[in-house]
């Protein structure tokens, strides 16, 4: 029986709720409300509550027929998975270039600290870099740094 009369009341109050709003003022010059004015009265119909509506989807506005849940599912996890693949290979580049950055400024020290730098030629012997050679290289090594290395 409480549920029954609970129900009843839950429903009256919520038919009140979805009707229309209306301000006026009466004879006394009180500003009053309600979803019927009294007769003769000018009332201001007040903003009601707004109709239920459902957001157009895209399908909607392209013309294309809209997705069933499964195929819009389906769409989402492969936008997904797009998305991940290119982060991925951000992440990678982003790393590769901070590798990169990291070996061209060693580079670059050891080449701006003046020890003698040398390298092994097609005989297997050591050959060291003159003066001339080391500035081309530490060239090379300047432009690698500003290549691989933001600021």
């Known amino acids: 029986m409480g549920r029954i009369l609970l129900f009843a009341v839950a429903t009256a109050l919520s038919a009140g709720v979805a009707a229309q709003t209306y301000k006026w003022i009466d004879k006394d010059g009180k500003v009053r409300y309600g979803d019927q004015p009294p007769p003769g009265v000018k009332a201001t119909p007040l903003k009601g509550p707004p109709p239920p509506a459902s957001?157009?989807?895209?399908?909607?506005?392209?013309?294309?027929?809209?997705?069933?849940?499964?195929?819009a599912f389906q769409k989402r996890q492969?936008?997904?998975?797009?998305?991940?693949?290119?982060?991925?290979?951000?992440?990678?580049?982003?790393?590769?270039?901070?590798?990169?950055?990291?070996?061209a400024q060693a580079s670059l020290r050891t080449l701006q600290s003046g020890q003698r730098i040398s390298s092994t030629n097609e005989a297997g012997e050591r050959v060291y870099l003159n003066d001339d050679e080391r500035d081309r290289e530490q060239v090379r090594v300047q432009q690698s740094v500003r290549e691989w290395c933001p600021r």
């Open 78 to 103: 492969q936008e997904r998975a797009e998305a991940d693949k290119k982060s991925a290979k951000a992440n990678t580049d982003d790393e590769t270039k901070r590798i990169n950055c990291q070996q």
């Open 55 to 71: 957001p157009p989807s895209a399908a909607s506005k392209s013309g294309e027929k809209p997705l069933t849940p499964e195929a």
